[in-house]
Structure formats: structure tokens, C-alpha cells
T-cell receptor, first 112, second 110 residues
Framework: KQEVTQIPAALSVPEGENLVLNCSFTDSAIYNLQWFRQDPGKGLTSLLL???SQREQTSGRLNASLDKSSGRSTLYIAASQPGDSATYLC???????????WGAGTKLIIKP | DGGITQSPKYLFRKEGQNVTLSCEQNLNHDAMYWYRQDPGQGLRLIYY???????QKGDIAEGYSVSREKKESFPLTVTSAQKNPTAFYLC?????????FGPGTRLTVT
């Protein structure tokens, strides 16, 4: 059974730093992997989707990588800002029914 | 203005009462999902529907019910049989694997 893990559960860094969030999954047979952002008490916003045939995707200051063989994905945030403070969740598309398997998220705090 | 809406934002109920959470989308998506989110946990799938008049149980369907009479609407009923209903409920619609989320409903049952 596919399991998705995000470590650490929480991370606090000073403004301006580059940082990496981690996501690992147990079964490399995936269709894709997505990163989402969730602000407190709000819904989720999709940030990046990486297809299984891709190695990375970029959007502005965000770069997500995918290494299926090692069961890992990273979300790189460059030049972090207080507005980046949120919970970041990763989700794996693991079957043909379009179901997503979710990690528990990493709560990120950027200190001004 | 395309999107997905959930109402109400906050909902309070007494134990033993059924309650229905609304979810509407105007994105013309065939698929819709209901998730439950508890603190420190990932999203858990309650029910999903890939087409009108059809839906399937997710991982934690016990104590919940849904209907899908219209493409735009996918209401969730939390019944009195749900043992621990207090949680944050998220609805999503989807095109393939890309899911679009509503703002959520926080349900508190006392």
C-alpha cells in the first residue's frame, strides 16, 4: 500500500533563506506527484504537478523535483518571504482512478 | 468567475443530529471529492464521484452519505452514526489528477 511521508512536520527559517521541503513515497509506481499549499483554515491551492516521466517543474521561486527510483520529491523555495508561511502538502497519483495519496504536510514559518 | 464553493464556513451541531455540507462547482468537472482533515494528518478520502448519479466510498465512508444528482453539486451528510465528526471538511473537483479545492467547512459537534 502506497504511503506518503513528509518530514519535518514543521520548519521555521529566517526570511531570505533558500529552503527544501521533503516528500517520500513507498511505491515508485506512480502516475504523478503534486505539491499543494494550504493557508490556515483555508482550502488547498495546487503549486506544481510533476508527471512520472518528468524530473522537475518550476514556477517562479518554486522548483519541485521527482526521483521515482528513490521514492522522493523535494520542493525548493528560493529567497523565502513571510508570505510563504503556510502548510505544504504533497500528494501522489498512484492509480488509474485518479485517486491521490496524501502526506500530512510540513508547516512552514518564515520569520521576518 | 469559475470556482468551487462550500457552505457554510463554520457549522455547529449537537450530537445525534445529521448535518449536510454543501459543495458546488462551476468548472464543468466530472469528478468531485470529499475529504476530512484532522490536525497533524493528511487528507482522508470520504467519498468520490466520477460522474453524475454515481459515487464510491473512500477510506473513511462510515457515518457519511453523499448524493450526485447534478454535475455541479456534491453534498455530504454527516450522520449521527459518525463517531467523531468534529473536523475540517474539504470538497474538491477534478480534471484528471488535478484537483481544485473549496475553502472548507469546519464542523463542530458538541
Amino acid at each position: 500500500k502506497q504511503e506518503v511521508t513528509q518530514i519535518p512536520a514543521a520548519l521555521s527559517v529566517p526570511e531570505g533563506e533558500n529552503l527544501v521541503l521533503n516528500c517520500s513515497f513507498t511505491d515508485s509506481a506512480i502516475y504523478n506527484l503534486q505539491w499543494f499549499r494550504q493557508d490556515p483554515g483555508k482550502g488547498l491551492t495546487s503549486l506544481l504537478l510533476i508527471q512520472s516521466s518528468q524530473r522537475e517543474q518550476t514556477s517562479g521561486r518554486l522548483n519541485a523535483s521527482l526521483d521515482k527510483s528513490s521514492g522522493r520529491s523535494t520542493l525548493y523555495i528560493a529567497a523565502s518571504q513571510p508570505g510563504d508561511s503556510a502548510t505544504y502538502l504533497c500528494a501522489v497519483g498512484a492509480d488509474s482512478n485518479y485517486q491521490l495519496i496524501w502526506g500530512a504536510g510540513t508547516k512552514l514559518i518564515i520569520k521576518p | 468567475d469559475g470556482g468551487i464553493t462550500q457552505s457554510p464556513k463554520y457549522l455547529f451541531r449537537k450530537e445525534g443530529q445529521n448535518v449536510t455540507l454543501s459543495c458546488e462547482q462551476n468548472l464543468n468537472h466530472d469528478a468531485m471529492y470529499w475529504y476530512r482533515q484532522d490536525p497533524g494528518q493528511g487528507l482522508r478520502l470520504i467519498y468520490y464521484s466520477q460522474i453524475v448519479n454515481d459515487f464510491q466510498k473512500g477510506d473513511i465512508a462510515e457515518g457519511y452519505s453523499v448524493s450526485r444528482e447534478k454535475k455541479e453539486s456534491f453534498p455530504l451528510t454527516v450522520t449521527s452514526a459518525q463517531k467523531n465528526p468534529t473536523a475540517f471538511y474539504l470538497c474538491a473537483s477534478a480534471q484528471g489528477y488535478e484537483q481544485y479545492f473549496g475553502p472548507g467547512t469546519r464542523l463542530t459537534v458538541t
